[in-house]
C-alpha cells in the first residue's frame, strides 16, 4: 500500500500527483482516492500551491481505472459489499472536485487512460494527450455502465460520438480524443519530460498562472499526424446512434450494409444486453443533467450494478478467467425489459454527499 501515490511540491509552486501501481496500470484503490482527495483540499488551501500536475508512473499509461478484482469480491460478504459502495463513493468525490478546483490541473493522459483514469483526467483544466494514447471507457466489456460522470461528458462530445464510444468502448487515440473533447493539447511523448521539466522549475509566485501556463504548453504542444477517423463517421454514427432504443439501433445498423454498421452491430451484440440498454437510458437522461446529477445517478447505478449478476460474470470472463466468453442471464435485448432496466434508476440511500 505505501507509496501507492507519490506527492511532490517544487519550490516554484507547482505540485504533482503521480499514481504509483505501475505494475497494475496504475489502476485505482479506494486508499488512492482518500489520500488524492485530502491533498486536493491541503493544496487549495495553501497560497503557495499555484498549480497542480496529474501523472501515472511507469511506461504503460497514466490509469488503466479502478481495481476491478476488488470490486469483483463486492458479493462475498457485507463488509466487502460495503466496501465496493465506499470505492465508488470516494472516487466520485474526487472526480467532481477536479472539476470544481479553483487552480489549473494539467493531466497527463500518456499511454492508457480507461473508465477512472477518463474520470480523473476530464474534469482538468489542461488535459495532454501525446501519440502513445489510448483512451477508453470500457465498462461495456465487463457488464458494466459507464461511469465517473462518463453522461456528463459523453453527451459533450459532438452528435452521438460519446454514445458511439460509450456503448461500444471504442479505444481511440490522440486526434480522437481532441475531437471527442476529452483532451486540450497534443505533445508528443518525446516533449513530455522537458515540458514538466519546465513546470517544475517555473516561479509561478510572481506569474499570471494560467496564462504562463498556456503559453508553456503552446511552446510544447503540436498537432498530432492524422485525421480523426471518428470525425470521418460522425454522419453514419449520429445516423444510427440517435435512435431512443438498443434495439432501434441494431436495427439500424443491421439495414446498413456498410463494413462500419456491420462490424459496430456485430459489436454491440457482444456486450451484455443489460449494460447497453442501461447506458442508453444513463444517456439519454443525462442530456439536460448537472454534472452532480450525473455522479449521484452513476452512484445509484454503481451501487445497484453490484447486486447485479451479470456485472459478476462480465468481470470473470475478462478480468478473473478471462476465457472472454460471458455467460449473461439476459441473453438478448428483449429478455432484458423496460421495468427491469427502471429499477436500476431506483435507490433513495444512494447520494453523493457533497
Known amino acids: ?27 485505482l484503490s479506494t486508499e488512492m482516492l482518500k489520500t488524492i482527495g ?3 483540499k491541503v493544496w487549495q488551501a495553501n497560497d503557495q500551491i499555484h498549480l497542480i500536475i496529474l501523472r501515472g508512473a511507469g511506461e504503460k499509461g497514466f490509469c488503466a481505472g479502478g481495481d476491478i478484482k476488488t470490486l469483483y469480491k463486492a458479493r462475498s460478504s457485507q463488509e466487502a459489499f460495503k466496501n465496493a459502495e465506499v470505492f465508488f463513493e ?4 474526487v472526480d467532481m472536485a477536479i472539476y470544481h478546483y479553483p487552480k489549473p490541473i494539467i493531466a497527463c493522459l500518456d499511454g492508457i487512460v480507461m473508465g477512472g483514469g477518463v474520470g480523473l483526467t476530464y474534469g482538468a483544466s489542461h488535459r495532454i494527450v501525446t501519440e502513445r494514447t ?30 458511439y464510444l460509450a456503448l461500444t468502448a471504442s479505444v481511440i487515440q490522440a486526434v480522437d480524443v481532441l475531437f471527442a473533447n476529452a483532451a486540450d493539447s497534443f505533445i508528443k511523448s518525446d516533449n513530455l519530460h522537458e515540458f514538466f521539466e519546465r513546470v517544475e522549475q517555473t516561479d509561478w509566485h510572481s506569474l499570471d498562472t ?20 471518428l470525425a470521418s463517421l460522425q454522419n453514419e454514427i449520429d445516423q444510427h446512434f440517435s435512435k431512443n432504443t438498443m434495439e432501434e439501433i441494431v436495427e439500424s445498423l443491421g439495414n446498413d450494409s456498410s463494413k462500419f454498421a456491420q462490424e459496430t452491430k456485430q459489436l454491440l451484440l457482444s456486450k451484455s444486453p443489460s449494460s447497453l440498454k442501461i447506458t442508453l437510458m444513463q444517456l439519454k437522461d443525462a442530456r439536460d443533467k448537472t454534472l452532480e446529477e450525473c455522479f449521484a445517478t452513476d452512484l445509484i447505478l454503481a451501487k445497484n450494478f453490484l447486486k447485479h449478476e451479470d456485472f459478476f460474470e462480465g468481470v470473470r470472463s475478462v478480468v478473473i478467467d478471462k476465457d472472454r466468453n460471458p455467460q449473461y442471464i439476459y441473453k438478448t435485448l428483449a429478455k432484458f425489459t423496460d421495468a427491469e432496466m427502471e429499477k436500476f434508476f431506483q435507490d433513495s440511500s444512494a447520494t453523493v454527499k457533497k
Open 1 to 27: 500500500m505505501e507509496n501507492e501515490v507519490i506527492f511532490a511540491v517544487s519550490d516554484g509552486g507547482a505540485a504533482t500527483i503521480t499514481l504509483n501501481r505501475p505494475k497494475a496500470l496504475n489502476s
Open 134 to 163: 489510448k483512451w477508453a471507457m470500457p465498462e461495456m466489456n465487463i457488464g458494466f455502465f459507464p461511469d465517473v460522470g462518463a453522461a456528463y461528458f459523453l453527451n459533450k462530445a459532438p452528435g452521438y460520438v460519446g454514445y
Open 210 to 229: 494560467t496564462m504562463a501556463l498556456n503559453q508553456l504548453i503552446v511552446e510544447h504542444s503540436s498537432i498530432p499526424s492524422g485525421n480523426s477517423e
Open 90 to 93: 470516494e472516487e466520485y468525490l
Open 38 to 40: 485530502e491533498k486536493l
